[in-house]
């Protein structure tokens, strides 16, 4: 005699795709001004010292990445 196999879970409900009523919890409301300026200051820093040491892609990468946090202080 064999056991029938497990049937499966029911499937989850899926919840909207929207942002939640009160925004998202990161970003340029989330962080401080004062955490997206630190972290501008050393992605450039970074970026600098790689661009020195010749990594022209990973130092021009890191400074298109401080320009973007660069922009949640304006």
């Known amino acids: 005699m064999t056991t029938p196999p ?9 919840r909207s795709a929207r942002p939640p009523e009160s925004g998202w919890e990161l970003g340029a409301g989330g962080l401080g001004k004062v955490a997206w300026g ?5 992605l450039v820093a970074l ?7 010749g990594y022209l892609g990973y130092g021009a990468m890191i400074l298109i990445l401080a320009a973007a946090a660069a922009v949640n202080l304006l």
């Open 6 to 14: 497990p049937t499966p879970p029911p499937p989850k409900p899926r």
């Open 38 to 42: 630190v972290l501008t200051v050393l």
């Open 47 to 53: 970026g600098i010292l790689l661009l020195a040491s």
